[in-house]
């Protein structure tokens, strides 16, 4: 799941969600903007509802996890409070899967993404999308499970951020994560960030993508919790 948003006033709001979750899982996967300003005080009210689940958690952080220059403490309160595994172009086996993960940036997709070229502020933008690229790449070659999973805040395809406005979708995402995910065959790809997004797509090859904002899944499953289950294979690290 991503895109909790979690507040000053969330006291007590996500606990019966993620007891649901402990229930359904054998990990949470969260996919940033775990706090609405990341604010340490965010951060705390979080890592206090986290406590209704013992299950294993795995985060990135989101864009609003940046918002007040405190996402080193909010990843801290995070690990420590809670025990979450922060991953930011980093890896963790965790019950025999591997899980990658990074925040991602924005550019946009395809042959209309964002390219480096003219002045200095655009190029920078684009280097900060490469570098996420990049580390996501370096994190996904650490792994050695058969199952692998890649978490982001950011959509790695057009596709999950389709119900979006269009003038909006360059700040959605970057297709620049969407080669690393093939090349080390992910299992899944989870993401968040695009909250009227669609729920799944693929990448170019075949990899499922999940987009699991909140109020995306709360849109396509009115039925059901605002979580995924997802299935990867389990087994012993494979050493090349
Ligand atoms: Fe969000
Ligand atoms: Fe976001």
Same mark, same amino acid.
């Given at each position: 799941?991503?895109? #909790? /948003? ?14 649901? $979750? ?6 949470? $996967? ?33 864009? /609003? ?18 025990? $979450? ?6 890896? $963790? ?42 580390? #996501? ?13 890649? #978490? ?89």
């Amino acid at each position: 799941m991503g895109d #909790l /948003h979690c507040t000053r006033a969330s006291e007590g709001a996500f606990q019966p969600l993620f007891g649901k $979750v402990g229930e359904s899982a054998d990990v949470l $996967v969260l996919c940033g903007d775990l706090t609405d300003y990341g604010t340490p005080e965010e951060a705390r009210v979080l890592a206090r509802e986290l406590g209704a689940t013992k299950i294993p958690k795995v985060a990135v952080l989101g864009n /609003h996890d940046f918002e007040s220059g405190a996402s080193a403490e909010v990843a801290r309160i995070l690990a420590d409070a809670a025990g $979450v595994i922060v991953l930011d172009g980093t890896a $963790v086996e965790v019950l025999g899967v591997g899980f990658a993960g990074v925040k991602g940036f924005a550019g946009g997709f395809g042959e209309r993404a964002l390219q480096s070229w003219g002045e200095e502020p655009i190029k920078a933008f684009v280097r900060a999308a490469l570098d996420e690229a990049l580390k #996501l790449e370096t994190a996904l070659a650490r792994l050695r499970t058969p199952g692998r999973v890649a #978490l982001l805040h950011y959509a790695p395809i057009g596709e999950t951020v389709g119900g979006e406005p269009t003038e909006i979708f360059p700040f959605l995402g970057s297709s620049r994560l969407e080669e690393p995910l093939d090349r080390y065959r992910v299992n899944a790809v989870f993401h968040g960030h695009a909250h009227r997004g669609s729920p799944e797509g693929r990448t170019k090859g075949n990899a499922p993508v999940y987009n699991v904002a909140m109020p995306v899944l709360a849109a396509a499953f009115p039925d059901q919790p605002p979580f995924r289950v997802i299935e990867v294979p389990v087994g012993e690290p494979v050493h090349a």
